[in-house]
């Protein structure tokens, strides 16, 4: 088999937890007009959809129009005001926004038809007046006029379309209860449709410069932080919106990512690979730790073989560590096994720590500390009140988390008897 060959099978079977993940979920997808704009880029993103759909995703499209609608109302000669980073949409634009939107529309409906037909899949794309709106109103003097705002969001419609199997397409446009046309925020619009139908991941295509400097993952914490930071920062408005948008949405979208729209497939290698392309800004906890079980050995033994190599780790062999696998806690995110460590209870109230691991790509973030926090706790509920441990490169980061340099005549003598001399291990010792 050639190389290209084998790296399509390992990726293949990389991607086979995240598909099982995702199955049944409700994605919505944020989509601005620009992504329209190239021909190829949206026959490729609706064939992204179509994938997404046969892998049993649920996906609601929030399309965006603004350069499009830009466009349109300069062609026509119209101007038109901005306050507070909005358009103020007047009377006599109406009818031009309404065809662009029904143009817009229908170049992504032709590109489905087109992707549909590739791919062999009989996919309807649906759109309904699911949405209702309201006049965004006179703020601070300033009168939006058929600038709306979501007032209501029939989500049993649109649930109802996503289980009979459809993507579901929201546009700029809305309706009062009174009949009069309003021009939405498409990007609002996405958060308050995920929060609205309980979305379990937002995707926002973005052109912000900025948000390639945010790290991979976000908690809540972080995303407010930097928040924080760029409050008084004018060049960063458009990511002080995001970030405020995402942490409001939080409570009811557990996961949020970011990804560029200069790369449309990012989304898939956002989905379906560990560590994705964009920022997720999660309101779940995005590892949890927990003790592992024999089926977790094969991901234990992935994680510390390239260690053991490297003399960091004892070698540890398969039946080893399956007769051991009670003592191991791990750390997992989407179920790839990103840190362990063991505990073993001793006589006397003494406790061995052993085999505390963190997945290169995710060291330095506190991972190893909280793994071992966890390990302490574990320690106390079994009444040990000594936990050592016996290592050759990490000393200096042991004792920086209180342990202190020790010598083998402290350890039980059983353990004594099983030092291994060519190691020349070094001991150290935390009083908990
Ligand atoms: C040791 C280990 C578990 C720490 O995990 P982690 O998630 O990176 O830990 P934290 O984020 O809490 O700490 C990171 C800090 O420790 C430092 N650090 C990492 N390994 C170190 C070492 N061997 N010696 C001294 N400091 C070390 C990092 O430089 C970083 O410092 P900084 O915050 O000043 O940048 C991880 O580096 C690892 O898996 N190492 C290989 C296995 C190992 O040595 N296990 C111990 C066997 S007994």
């Known amino acids: 088999m050639q190389q290209s060959e084998l790296d399509f099978i390992n990726n293949l079977r990389q991607s086979s937890p995240y598909i099982a993940a995702h ?34 995703i649920k996906v609601v499209l929030t399309l965006g129009a603004s350069v499009q609608i830009n466009d349109a109302l300069i062609e026509q000669k119209f101007s038109w005001e901005t306050s507070q980073h909005c358009r103020i949409t007047l009377p006599e634009h109406i009818v031009t926004i309404q065809k662009t939107i029904g143009w817009v529309r229908s170049q992504l409906e032709a590109a489905f038809s087109q992707a549909c037909a590739e791919q062999h899949s009989p996919l309807s794309l649906v759109s309904g007046n699911w949405v209702i709106a309201k006049p965004k109103g006179v703020i601070n003097g300033v009168d939006f006029q058929h600038t709306g705002s979501l007032r209501k969001i029939n989500s049993e419609a649109i649930h109802a379309s996503l289980q009979s199997n459809q993507v579901c397409l929201l546009t700029p446009l809305a309706y ?76 009811s979208v557990k996961r949020i990512h970011i990804i560029s729209q200069q790369e449309p497939s990012a989304m898939l290698f956002e989905l379906f690979s560990r560590d994705g392309m964009g920022t997720l800004i999660y309101a779940d906890r995005y590892h949890q730790l927990r003790p592992a079980t024999v089926d977790d050995v094969a991901g234990i033994l992935k994680l510390i073989e390239p260690m053991e190599e490297e003399g960091i780790l004892v070698k540890r062999s398969r039946e080893v560590l399956e007769l051991e696998i009670d003592n191991f806690i791990i750390a997992e995110v989407d179920q790839q096994i990103i840190g362990c460590a063991a505990l073993y209870p001793m006589e006397n109230h003494q406790g061995e720590l052993a085999c505390l691991a963190v997945d290169p790509s995710y060291q330095g973030d506190d991972l190893g500390q909280e793994i071992l926090n966890h390990i302490e706790v574990m320690a106390k509920q079994q ?50």
Do not use: C
């Open 176 to 251: 009062s209860l009174t009949g009069e046309v309003f021009n939405l925020n498409t990007l609002d619009q996405a958060f308050a449709v995920s929060q609205a139908i309980h979305a379990d991941k937002l995707i926002i295509y973005s052109d912000i410069d900025s948000f390639k400097a945010l790290p991979k993952a976000m908690s809540l914490l972080d995303a407010q932080h930097h928040l924080d930071l760029i409050q008084k920062d004018d060049n960063q408005q458009e990511l002080h919106t995001l970030l405020k948008l995402s942490l409001d949405a939080a409570s």
């Open 383 to 432: 009444t040990i009140q000594q936990l050592f441990l016996l290592t050759t490169h990490t000393d200096h980061w042991f004792q920086e988390q209180g342990f202190e340099r020790s010598s083998l005549e402290i350890l039980p003598e059983k353990r004594q008897s099983l030092y291994n001399f060519q190691r020349q291990s070094k001991v150290l010792i935390k009083t908990l």
């Open 23 to 56: 199955r049944g979920k409700t994605l919505v997808i944020y989509l601005p007009g620009e992504m329209l704009q190239h021909p190829g880029t949206l026959l490729q993103f609706a064939k992204d959809i179509v994938l997404l759909n046969n892998l049993g």
